[in-house]
């Protein structure tokens, strides 16, 4: 039985002298289990923990990270949705005061309330995030971004290389608009799938977030602006007049003529042209047509 002799290799690995039954890898869950031992150190590396630091850690999965984070910091929230590794964490960590699992969903967890609970001050995050839900839970922390100092989060290497790409480059979306907004973002390590179980397809990226301590620039209304990025990268092939004339169709020909003069904006161009400076003086000028 391969699958056991290898949990329990893992285990033993890890320190711990038992047998991690049952818990095959589920693939809607996105569970790919770290097992490189010089990664999961040099991720804890890179999460730069010290000890007065509590630490969010989302998809604990086996605990092989949970383990690193616990040893280096004051305390440890896991938020963890599959039930069997709820029940494995718990027994692993039955003697950890500063692990405490919480079994959930992350997008559906109120972060503020988790976290603001247990501490008021700044948190850092540490997830192996699973590749299906990346993107919505980059959107939690952008809007619960106040809760945190850092997040070290590996991504799909694809998905990373959008967070940081410049504009013009074909990996510069939404997210890379939106990230630069609030975040300092640095790429910390390459993941190769071999570093993996069950290997994945795909390889990964490890970044850092630093969280600014206001937006890099004043977009106005943050929800407006979010829909002015939107209707941009909407269509990548159009115009930006004609995606800001489909997402704001109240807004008349003349008036945007208007805008896109007073923020010395072509609507010739693509969305993926624009700079965050741009977007912010295109967002602000729509508001108040
Ligand atoms: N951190 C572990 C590691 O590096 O080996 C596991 C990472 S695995 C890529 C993703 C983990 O996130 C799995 O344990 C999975 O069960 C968990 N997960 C998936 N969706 C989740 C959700 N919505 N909320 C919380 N955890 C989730």
């Keep these: 039985m391969p699958g056991r002799l290898g949990l329990l290799i893992q285990s033993l690995w890890n320190g711990k002298a038992y047998i991690v039954d049952k818990l095959y890898a589920k693939k809607s ?21 010290t000890p007065d630091d509590r630490i969010l850690e ?3 999965g086996k605990g092989a990270m949970t383990d690193l984070l616990a040893q280096k910091s004051k305390h ?36 503020l309330q988790l976290l603001g609970e247990r501490w008021t001050g700044k948190w850092k995050v540490a997830a192996n995030l699973p590749y299906n839900i990346s993107s919505q839970v980059l959107f ?8 945190f100092s850092e997040l070290v989060l590996m991504l799909q290497k ?7 790409a410049k504009p013009s480059c074909k990996e510069y979306g939404i997210l890379s608009v939106f990230c630069g907004l609030y975040f300092d973002i640095s790429r910390e390590l390459l993941v190769r799938p071999g570093s993996f179980r069950p290997v994945p397809k ?20 943050e929800m407006f602006f ?3 990025v939107k209707g941009a990268f909407a269509k990548r092939r159009k115009t930006l007049w004609n995606c800001i004339r489909s997402a704001f169709p109240y807004i008349n020909e003349k008036t945007l003529e208007l805008v896109f003069r007073q923020c010395g904006i072509d609507p010739r161009r693509r ?16 508001s108040r047509p």
């Design 140 to 147: 939690k922390f952008m809007d619960n971004r106040t809760c």
């Design 226 to 228: 979010r829909t002015v």
């Design 76 to 111: 440890v929230v896991a938020v963890e949705l599959d039930k069997r590794l709820v029940a494995h964490l718990r027994e692993m960590f039955r003697q950890s005061e500063n692990v405490e699992v919480v079994e959930g969903d992350i997008l559906q967890t109120d972060l």
């Design 158 to 164: 694809e998905v990373g290389e959008r967070l940081v």
């Design 58 to 60: 989302i998809g604990p």
């Design 29 to 49: 869950l996105g569970q790919n289990f770290l097992i490189d031992q010089n990664v999961l150190m040099r991720i804890s590396d890179i999460v730069n923990i």
């Design 202 to 221: 795909v390889d990964s990226l490890v970044l850092k977030f630093r969280v600014l301590d206001t937006p890099r620039v004043d977009v106005g209304d």
């Design 271 to 286: 969305g993926e042209t624009l700079s965050l400076d741009e977007f912010a003086l295109l967002g602000k000028a729509l």
